[in-house]
């Protein structure tokens, strides 16, 4: 991270039609706002219920509740992906909730906590796992294995303290667990090396359907 890390760009969903997933709406459409937009936890999965005010979840299975409050993607990250696939990623492309600029995301801790602007602390919960709507929405043949092959998901945090974020917020990490799980290192260990699972056990930040299917998977032999 450097002295000038910040929220360059806060994005909220508007719903439109998933056919990839066979339900009637989706999120994912993030545009830019100007903010400053409320922040705040939105309780447990299952109500599509998220961090920021006037968003929402519409796969209440798979996505919402605490744990994925909000969805961060780094500014760098969208530009080495326009260099890559030869197209432009305007903030909100990827589905984030908030596009920064000057923070490693994919470095961050599990459980590593950010303080934006003057009084929002959000947690870094767990890596962002690729879905089949984001593949439809993105439009790249392979996505799903191209992106997951890349292991820079980006991260999912949970609101610690409530507060209001706009475009400009400075990012500052007030806290960082004693471990080195990063948020590329427990991305990689779930999707293309469970070699790397025994290493998520004891991280408490992850949520716990997480850690739980990590007991399952080392149970059975950490089969993919």
Request: proline share 8%.
């Amino acid at each position: 991270m450097t002295a000038q890390a910040f929220v360059s760009s806060v994005n909220i969903g508007h719903p439109r039609p998933n056919p990839w997933k066979g339900l009637a709406a989706t999120g994912i459409d993030k545009r830019p706002v100007a903010g400053p937009v409320r922040v705040s936890a939105p309780g447990p999965k299952g109500t599509g219920a998220v961090g920021l005010a006037g968003d929402r979840a519409y796969d209440v299975r798979n996505h919402g509740g605490a744990d994925q409050a909000v969805y961060a993607y780094a500014r760098e990250d969208l530009d080495i992906w326009e260099r890559e696939l030869g197209r432009e990623f305007g903030a909100g492309s990827f589905g984030e909730n908030l596009t920064t600029t000057g923070i490693d995301v994919n470095s961050a801790l599990i459980g590593e906590r950010w303080r934006i602007g003057g009084g929002l602390v959000l947690e870094v919960s767990c890596p962002r796992i690729p879905c089949v709507t984001f593949a439809g929405w993105l439009g790249e043949r392979g996505w799903l294995r191209t992106f997951t092959r890349a292991a820079r998901p980006g991260p999912y945090l949970r609101v610690i303290e409530p507060g209001e974020v706009a475009p400009g917020d400075r990012i500052e990490v007030v806290g960082r667990p004693d471990h080195e799980v990063t948020v590329a290192v427990s991305f990689r260990a779930l999707t293309t090396e469970p070699e790397l699972l025994p290493l998520l056990v004891d991280v408490e930040a992850l949520p716990a359907e997480d850690r739980a299917a990590v007991r399952r998977r080392l149970e059975r032999g950490a089969r993919p």
